[in-house]
């Protein structure tokens, strides 16, 4: 008799924000990094998405509804995370001929963000991190978060560092197969449980200027990129993994503003030039320059994805300092969220539902 079932899985990920900023691809294909980077993955309290995959031999078309819309499937990214995550339940498949033949069946791909998509806050990255587990919890794969990350960065580069909790970089890799771009724990969140992040949004709106297509012109015309990619940041990798192992918070906020700021330095390098960063980020950075004055040190650290919304890190010791003075002196800023900046990711709540 024919298999009619549908079969569903669910799972949440989370949105990472990364310190070391990765920006510029050497395979565009693959999404294989110009240099390695490094990020905090926030609290799934807080900012996350929930994503639901299903499969069945009734289903016509593989489908992806995102908060409530449907998506064009046929690109290259989500093509290829269907693609690989397909191929490894074929191998179960063949290993076990009892196993439905779930890697024959169109997939129903339903997300929900519970923060803006496509305005600089990572939904890239918790998107496809949580598309990628969630059919690997339905295709029950036996694969580890490592493996799944070498899958998830093709369909978003940032998304490999969200299959991970706590402190993850991406290491950029030499293969030309991206067999070793892969993200790895530089620390889990217990490791230094006391980091914070708040989060300024300065506008929920959709970038102008989309992260893939504005690194690509930042490769293809700056020409402060080379020196960025090649000489500053392998340097920088090392210093702010010895920064954490240390649990130095004054050389972390002193990387991590640097690198948001050059990193937004070539974009305006870039030709027609990138402005991400608007007047109330820039109000954002010098409330920051004032909240460490006026400490005599560095308490907080700001740092800008590709768009116009802060992420604020600080150490809980010093929340009443950083928040008191941002909320007083903060004007245009539509709201915003304290998170705990560093949870470990269950991978447990996944289920399998025949
Ligand atoms: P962001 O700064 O939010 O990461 P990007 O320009 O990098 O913005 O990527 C936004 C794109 O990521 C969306 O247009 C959509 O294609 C994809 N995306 C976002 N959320 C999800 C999701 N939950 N599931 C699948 N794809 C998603
Ligand atoms: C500024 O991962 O969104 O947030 O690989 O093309 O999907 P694609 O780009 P994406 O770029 C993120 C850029 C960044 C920095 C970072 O997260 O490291
Ligand atoms: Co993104």
Redesign the pocket.
Known sequence: MADTKVYTASTTAPVNIAVIKYWGKRDTKLNLPTNSSLSVTLSQDDLR?H?TAACSSTFSTDT?I?NGES?DVSGARQQACFRELRSLRAALESANSTLPKLSTFPLLIV?E?NFP????????????A??VRAIANLYELPQNPTELSRIARQG?G?ACRSLFGGYVSWEQGTETDGSDSLALEVAPASHWPQMKAAILVVSAAK?GV???SGMQATVATSELFSHRANVVVPQRMEKMKQAIKERDFETFADLTMKDSNQFHAVCLDTQPPIFYLNDVSRAAIRAVDEINKKAGKKIAAYTF???PNAVIYYLEENEQAVLGALNGGLEGVEGWKNVTASADVSIEEAFLQP
Do not use: C, E, V, Y
Request: charged share 5%.
């Open positions: 998405t994503t992806l995102l998506q997300s963000n998509t496509a305005a600089g806050l990572a939904s890239s990255a918790a998107g496809f949580a598309l978003s940032s970038k989309s992260s893939t994805d590709a768009g």
